[in-house]
Nanobody
Framework: QVQLVESGGGLVQAGGSLRLSCAAS????????MGWFRRAPGKEREFVAV????????NYAGSVKGRFTISRDNAKNTVYLQMNSLKPEDTAVYYC??????????????????WGQGTQVTVSS
């Protein structure tokens, strides 16, 4: 059974930084693409970033490009989201996700088959 556990959320002032972590278990981590999504209050869940299972490709939502960086440590079965220059509109619950199968890659909800419970990020103005 796949388990994804996020950590690192919290309250930060605008312009600050946070690093989210997601520890994965129950899957061959090194052949799964990993992604981050978020859901802001009153809004639909939206794609944030994805990292190809090989580590050779990334994709970011336009709203976070240049500010957020996704990375992974296969030795620790962990994916990270470094968030810099945070804005109040980044306030959301952030979810880690694993691709729907090995060697898969995409940015849509349907590209992911396992989800974490989420971690709250709040950016004050």
């Amino acid at each position: 059974q796949v388990q994804l556990v996020e950590s690192g959320g919290g309250l930060v002032q605008a312009g600050g930084s946070l690093r989210l972590s997601c520890a994965a278990s129950g899957l061959a981590f090194n052949i799964y693409s990993m992604g981050w999504f978020r859901r802001a209050p009153g809004k639909e869940r939206e794609f944030v970033a994805v990292l190809h299972w090989s580590g050779g490709a990334t994709n970011y939502a336009g709203s976070v490009k240049g500010r957020f960086t996704i990375s992974r440590d296969n030795a620790k079965n962990t994916v990270y989201l470094q968030m810099n220059s945070l804005k109040p509109e980044d306030t959301a619950v952030y979810y880690c996700a694993a691709s729907v199968g090995p060697y898969r890659y995409g940015t849509s909800d349907q590209s992911f088959g396992s989800w974490g419970q989420g971690t709250q990020v709040t950016v004050s103005s």
